[in-house]
């Protein structure tokens, strides 16, 4: 059990105790949706994010019970964001994700739809990643159903976290992405880093059926706290940005990351 739930504006937050902990839940949520969505529809979309924290989710994912329950075959992977880099590099979200979890667990290499980020021109990589995503989205809808390309892509759950500055994704403080409700995906120019980031927008993160935050470290506690009770100041707290039109939106955090909640 967490050691707190809070409720703020439709979302819940889950306080545990520690890092490992909030590992576990999240672990436990991603295997407790796949199982539903699977049973339901056939299938499960996942956008998944970089950082330490869904690193320690991917390893207990990769572990018993999860290893042999999960229902793997049935799994389509996608990224939230991903650095201008190869996906042999070090700094890769992708690399970190098929070392931790994908190349352990049996998920048909068909399934998974990496962001060509190794691409010279970033903008060419944004929109091959949304050409990526409309062609699966749109060729696995319901052919009794009429949705429109706005609802389209709609993943069933999205990890994000969220940086001591208050991005998430690569939604940076003060960067253009924070403006763009068209596109899909987008290559944001981060200032920080003098240099581009392949992230989707606010507009198809708050399309997805289910969205959680994991936040842990004492670091993050500042900008949690203002992100959930402060004022509205996206361009400060872009975090702010994720509310989820016709979904849910979950905090897990750890007491470190909400000792001033």
């Not at 409720?7 to 545990?16: L, M, N, P, T």
């Not at 529809?41 to 994010?49: E, H, M, N, P, W």
């Not at 049996?106 to 995503?133: G, S």
């Not at 939604?171 to 880093?193: C, G, M, Q, R, W």
């Amino acid at each position: 059990m967490p050691n707190r739930i809070l409720e703020k504006d439709g979302a819940q937050i889950r306080v545990y105790q520690n890092s490992e902990e909030l590992a576990l839940k999240a672990a436990r949520r991603f295997a407790r949706l796949a199982d539903q969505y699977v049973i339901g529809c056939g299938r499960f979309t996942v956008a998944l994010s970089g950082g330490s924290t869904p690193k320690a989710m991917f390893q207990r994912l990769a572990e018993s019970p999860f290893v042999e329950t999960v229902p793997w075959s049935s799994i389509y992977f996608f990224w939230g964001d991903e650095r201008c880099v190869p996906p042999d590099h070090a700094d890769s979200n992708y690399r970190m994700t098929a070392e931790t979890l994908l190349a352990k667990v049996p998920v048909p290499a068909e399934n998974i739809f990496r962001i060509p980020a190794e691409l010279a021109d970033a903008h060419q990589a944004a929109q091959q990643y949304a050409d990526t995503l409309l062609n699966f989205f749109l060729k696995t809808l319901d052919p009794k159903t009429t949705a429109p390309l706005s609802n389209v892509p709609r993943f069933d759950l999205i990890f994000l976290g969220m940086g001591a500055d208050g991005h998430t994704a690569s939604l940076f403080p003060h960067s253009a992405a924070l403006h763009n409700d068209t596109d899909i995906v987008v290559a944001n120019y981060v200032e920080k880093f003098s240099a581009h980031r392949i992230t989707l927008t606010a507009r198809t993160l708050n399309n997805a059926r289910h969205v959680t935050f994991l936040v842990a470290g004492q670091d993050k506690a500042e900008s949690l706290q203002q992100v959930l009770t402060g004022e509205r100041h996206i361009e400060t707290y872009p975090a702010q940005m994720i509310q989820p039109t016709k979904g849910t939106l979950l905090w897990l955090t750890d007491e470190a990351a909400a000792s001033l909640l």
